[in-house]
């Protein structure tokens, strides 16, 4: 039967939202809210088939209210295509972190819910607004199905060396301080998708697959399996990120905390909002400015580029010498599908290891949805493009589990 599902996709600051018709795999809404809290935010709601935007001021509102603002839009604007909650058949939510308590999707019930609170510290940025949502949306359509789908539940087949860290066991004992991953949503349909694209069954794969995003994270994907990841107990941890710093010594912190006296949110927010490629390239969090302004010669900007490039070829070299096998690389989200430009540097420096780009399939312009192979055809290990679609991959989890309650 197919369904209507609202994805809900709850930020920090954020509210990504998508009607979506499984039937089809269509969207028939699309909502993006950003800077929510502050007096500048806005949302834009657009309606199929044109998704012509019309934008609402949601200054100061909660991302919970902001969702509570885009219902009222889809029930009363005439583009809508319902008119009535009730035609809503289940929601999808996204959720940041799910610890040890998630390894898969669920159907929210009490349970669920209960144990989503316990993994809030986790993500306190993120997980806190999508529970508000949750609890809001169950207030107005209480008899509508809720799923939960985590970006770390995908992670939850790595082995102990993998998500245990070299520090005194009680931390792990005390407070479940270990490796969780993110982006898991992803890096599962992406290792899926590149399964379709080399004909083969992925569980006979060894595939890694990169997520280059404004965050960004590498997976080692072996038969199917994630059995490493680059980010760690946090997104923070791994790839250099549009504005995160990935791994760095971490007595860097405490040093700097003693040097200037900050206290810990200040260092968080240098670590998480200030570094990156926005820090070294002193210009811009988004890649195509830092390229366009290393290209007009700004050294600082080619020297972020350099350092981003050269942290995912060591993340790719270090899980082509964790798996067994190793068949194709996966390049998917904002940087990985759509900068040529990156990925002729970065596969540039790993031909030795049988990564061997076609300069010219690299080049060539993929259709919006297509999936492709850019490696030269004997090339012993594929490079692959995948485009993500975060939310449609939401509400396919979410109509698996609401049609198995029957
Ligand atoms: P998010 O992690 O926010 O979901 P996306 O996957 O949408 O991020 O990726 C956003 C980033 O992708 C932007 O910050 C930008 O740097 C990068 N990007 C998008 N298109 C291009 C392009 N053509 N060339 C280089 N970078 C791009």
Redesign the pocket.
Known sequence: MPMRILVVNAGSSSLKSQLIETDGKVSLMKCLAEKVGTPDAYMNVAFAPDFQKVTYHVADMTVAECLKKLLEVLVDDPESPISDLSQIDAIGNRIVAGGEHFTKSVIIDGPAREKLELCEELAPLHNPPADACIDMMAALMPSTPQVAVFDTAFHATMPAKAYMYPLPARYYDDYRIRRYGAHGTSHRYAAQQAANLLGRPLRDLGLITC??????SITAVNHGKSIDTTMGFTPLEGLMM?TRSGSIDPAILTYIMRREGISFDEMDAVLNRESG?LGVSGLS???????AAADAGNEQARLAIDMYVYRVQKAIGGFYAAMTRTDAVVMT???????A??RELIFEGLAHMGMILDRERNHVVGQIGVNRIISIDDSPIKICVVT?D?EMRIARETDNLVSQLG
């Open positions: 997520h280059l995003g404004n965050g960004g549009g490629v969090a988004d890649m195509r400015d830092v390229l989200a904002g940087i990985g599908e759509n900068s430009e990156l993500t975060e």
